[in-house]
């Protein structure tokens, strides 16, 4: 398998992680989000998508994911769920962009 396929699926695999852990509380899996967006970093996202990547993660920031979620915490039912869904999915992208700064620090430094 490329390793475009691998971060490709990293990234599906990464999103339907954090829906599937703000569904059903599972305990003690969570660092699975942070594992698969550090393959998607380093595998999945290139020097040409940076821009979009910055532009994600710098727009979840100020939507406030935090903010999107208490105010989802509070509806009836369904509240609680969504607001631990839009939370990793707030982590996963942070950690992604994280990664992945990183990486082109490293690469533009070590030259």
Not at 24 to 36: N, Y
Not at 52 to 61: A, F, Q, R
């Amino acid at each position: 398998m490329k390793n475009e396929e691998v971060g490709k699926y990293s990234f599906l695999g990464g999103i339907l992680l954090a829906v599937l852990l703000g569904l059903v509380e599972i305990g003690g899996v969570a660092w699975l989000i942070g594992i698969m967006a550090v393959v998607v970093a380093l595998l999945n996202i290139q020097e040409r998508e940076t821009m979009k990547l910055l532009l994600w993660t710098v727009g979840m920031g100020v939507v406030g994911v935090g903010a999107m979620a208490t105010n989802f915490a509070v509806m009836p039912a369904v509240g609680e769920m969504l607001a631990t869904i839009i939370t990793n999915v707030g982590i996963f992208f942070t950690t992604v962009a994280a990664v992945f700064l990183l990486k082109m620090g490293y690469t533009m430094f070590s030259k």
